[in-house]
Nanobody
Framework: QLQASGGGLVQAGASLRLSCAASGLPFARYCMGWFRQAPGKERDFVAG????????YYAESVKGRFTISRDNAANTVALLMNSLQPDDTAVYYC???????????????????????WGQGTLVTVSS
């Protein structure tokens, strides 16, 4: 089970930190990802992190503003979002990869089919 939290309403330029708590799976063995879905749009990749935390991947639209991290001892993955813009408004989902101890390229991280378990989503709204 994945439980995402930390969303809210902020003004443009502000920061938010999302967190995703995992339970019921050997968290440290699985890569993780964050996706987002704006109203009327498809679910898009935001960021991914390898099971060890050594490798991170980002969508071009968030590169340099967002940072993904994980704490395998606490079974959590976080997404720090800086310089938020109205286009970042969406429901944000965390997800765990299907295969344990897998090494993927950036393109594979961006696919929703790479993941099997999804959190319930947390809403981020950025006002202009």
């Amino acid at each position: 089970q994945l439980q995402a939290s930390g969303g809210g309403l902020v003004q443009a330029g502000a920061s938010l930190r999302l967190s995703c708590a995992a339970s019921g799976l050997p968290f440290a063995r699985y890569c993780m990802g964050w996706f987002r879905q704006a109203p009327g749009k498809e679910r898009d990749f935001v960021a991914g992190i390898s099971w060890s935390g050594k490798y991170t991947y980002y969508a071009e639209s968030v590169k340099g503003r967002f940072t993904i991290s994980r704490d395998n001892a606490a079974n959590t993955v976080a997404l720090l979002m800086n310089s938020l813009q109205p286009d970042d408004t969406a429901v944000y989902y965390c997800a765990s990869c299907r295969r344990p101890l897998a090494y993927y390229d950036s393109e594979t991280y961006s696919r929703t089919t790479t993941y099997d378990y999804w959190g319930q989503g947390t809403l981020v709204t950025v006002s202009s």
